[in-house]
């Protein structure tokens, strides 16, 4: 199976997806991930958060309120590095360390969430990598709609919105990023974009219900 960069085209479905979660904790209420929480609550769509397993460590509760806020999981490694620079070892133990971390911190909601979804951190990938994912259960997931708003030098945040309304398609698989730089940015992004988009036909979900649509 190859990598996945969009969903089936028949409905006018988006996926929202969010790398490098948790930026920050539940002790910066209304900043960082709480705020991204609570705009996603306000704007009544779920997201699929790709988590980085040392961050999930560090700010506790984050990955359960997510899931108990109808958000899906996704593993992103456990450090934001170039995932496709390890070889076969270190990779699995990164994916499987953040797996584990991820599921301690779910532990308390007594949920037995499957972790479906891997996305590398940098987000380049190679054929091996798609078959070590494979053999823990996931499905490597790219995306159609990127802004670059990851990069250290990112494009205006009107580009950025500008770009997301122009490209937007049914089936696609939109990134942005959780980061403490990019963070602030992916709210304001989120306010704008969101409500335009429901206003042209598209309803926001899950990779996972994207990804079973067709």
């Not at 308390?108 to 078959?131: C, D, I, K």
């Amino acid at each position: 199976m190859a990598a996945i960069f969009k969903g089936p085209s028949e409905r006018p479905l988006v996926a929202l997806t969010i790398d490098d979660f948790p930026s920050s904790g539940a002790d910066k209420p209304g900043a960082g991930s709480m705020a991204l929480l609570d705009l996603l609550l306000e704007l009544a769509i779920p997201s699929t958060l790709f988590a980085i397993g040392e961050r999930v460590y560090n700010h506790p509760g984050m990955a359960a309120r997510a899931i108990q806020e109808g958000h899906e999981l996704g593993n992103h490694m456990k450090r934001d590095e170039w995932s496709f620079t390890l070889g076969r070892e270190p990779f699995l133990k990164q994916l499987d360390d953040t797996a584990e971390g991820i599921r301690s911190d779910l532990a308390s909601t007594a949920q037995n969430v499957p972790l479906r979804w891997f996305r590398p951190s940098g987000g380049w990938y190679h054929p091996p990598m798609e078959t070590w994912v494979r053999s823990r259960g996931y499905r490597l997931v790219m995306g159609s709609l990127w802004p670059l708003d990851g990069l250290a030098i990112a494009p205006p945040e009107r580009a950025q919105r500008w770009f997301i309304q122009q490209f937007v398609h049914p089936g696609a698989i939109i990134v942005l990023h959780d980061t403490q730089a990019a963070n602030p940015a992916t709210l304001r992004t989120l306010q704008a974009v969101v409500p335009a988009l429901q206003q042209g036909g598209f309803r926001f979900v899950t990779l996972s219900e994207l990804l079973t649509q067709g």
